[in-house]
C-alpha cells in the first residue's frame, strides 16, 4: 500500500511537470480544469483514508481539521487553474459558440473551485460516517459541514478571483504579487483582531470570525459565525467576487474592441 501510495503522488508530480517543462512562464499551467479536481479528490482520499482518531476526540473537531485542509487544497488548485491572459481572451471571443463553455475557458477556474469544494464535502461525509464509532456523530454535522465549506469557498473564490484580475494587469509578476496582496490582507485581518482583542475580547474575536475564514469558522462551536454582521459580511465578500468578475471583464473589452470586424 505505502509502494502505491508513492507511485501515486510521483504520478501526479510527473503529470505536472510535463505539462509545464515545455512551457514558457505565461502559459504554464501545472493542472486541467478536471484534472485540478481529480487531484483534490486524490488529497482529501489520501487525508481520510490515513486518518487515525488520536488528537481529534469528536466529530466537530474532525469536521473543522478537514475544512481547514481543504481550504488549502482548494487555494492550491485554484492558483493551478488561473488561466493566462492569452487564454481568457480567446475564450471571452468565442465562450458564446460552444455549450457549458463556463468549463472549458476562463471563468472554469471559480466553477472547478465549486466543483472541488462539493467532492470535499461528500468525502467529508464519507468521513464522518466512516469514522462515527470512535468520533461520535450528530444529525447536525451535515448541515454544521456544509456551511462551513461555503464559508471557506466564498473566501477562497475571491482570493483567487483577485489574483485572476492581477494576472490581467501590466504588473510584473503579476501572481507573486497577488499572492502578497492576499497575504497582507490576512496580516492586517489579524492585527486588526489583535487590536480589537486588547480593547474587548469579544470584539477581537468578532473582526476575526468575518475577516478569515478560519475565524468564521469557530474552534469550538456548533456551528460557523452567521450572526447578522456575519451574514452582512459574507455578502459583501459575495459583493466582491462580483465586482472582480467586471473587473477581470473589463479588461478583456479592449482587446475585443481593437479586433478586426468579421
Not at 477581537?204 to 478569515?212: A, I, P
Request: aromatic share 14%; charged share 15%.
Amino acid at each position: 500500500m505505502s509502494l502505491l501510495l508513492y507511485i501515486t503522488f510521483g504520478t501526479w508530480l510527473v503529470l505536472m511537470l510535463l505539462r509545464t517543462l515545455t512551457k514558457d512562464y505565461e502559459q504554464m499551467r501545472p493542472l486541467s480544469r478536471w484534472q485540478a479536481v481529480g487531484c483534490a479528490a486524490f488529497l482529501n482520499f489520501t487525508l481520510y483514508a490515513l486518518f487515525v482518531p488520536r488528537s481529534l476526540t469528536d466529530w466537530d473537531s474532525f469536521a473543522k481539521y478537514m475544512i481547514a485542509i481543504n481550504g488549502l487544497i482548494l487555494f492550491a488548485m485554484g492558483l493551478a487553474m488561473l488561466t493566462s491572459p492569452e487564454k481568457l481572451r480567446v475564450w471571452w471571443r468565442t465562450h458564446n459558440e460552444t455549450r457549458w463553455s463556463i468549463f472549458r475557458g476562463g471563468w472554469s477556474a471559480m466553477a472547478m473551485a465549486g466543483t472541488s469544494a462539493a467532492v470535499g464535502y461528500g468525502l467529508l461525509l464519507w468521513g464522518l460516517f466512516t469514522w462515527k464509532n470512535a468520533l461520535g456523530f450528530e444529525s447536525r454535522a451535515l448541515k454544521v459541514g456544509l456551511l462551513e465549506f461555503a464559508v471557506v469557498l466564498i473566501y477562497i473564490t475571491r482570493d483567487i478571483a483577485f489574483i485572476q484580475w492581477c494576472r490581467l494587469t501590466r504588473m510584473r509578476a503579476p501572481v507573486l504579487k497577488g499572492i502578497l496582496f492576499v497575504g497582507l490582507y490576512y496580516v492586517a485581518a489579524i492585527v486588526l483582531s489583535v487590536v480589537g482583542g486588547v480593547y474587548s475580547a469579544t470584539q477581537g474575536r468578532y473582526f476575526y470570525s468575518v475577516l478569515t475564514p478560519g475565524g468564521s469558522v469557530r474552534a469550538r462551536s456548533s456551528q460557523p459565525s452567521f450572526s447578522s454582521g456575519g451574514l452582512c459580511w459574507y455578502g459583501i465578500q459575495l459583493g466582491l467576487i462580483v465586482l472582480l468578475e467586471i473587473a477581470t471583464m473589463a479588461r478583456l473589452r479592449p482587446a475585443i474592441g481593437g479586433a478586426s470586424p468579421r
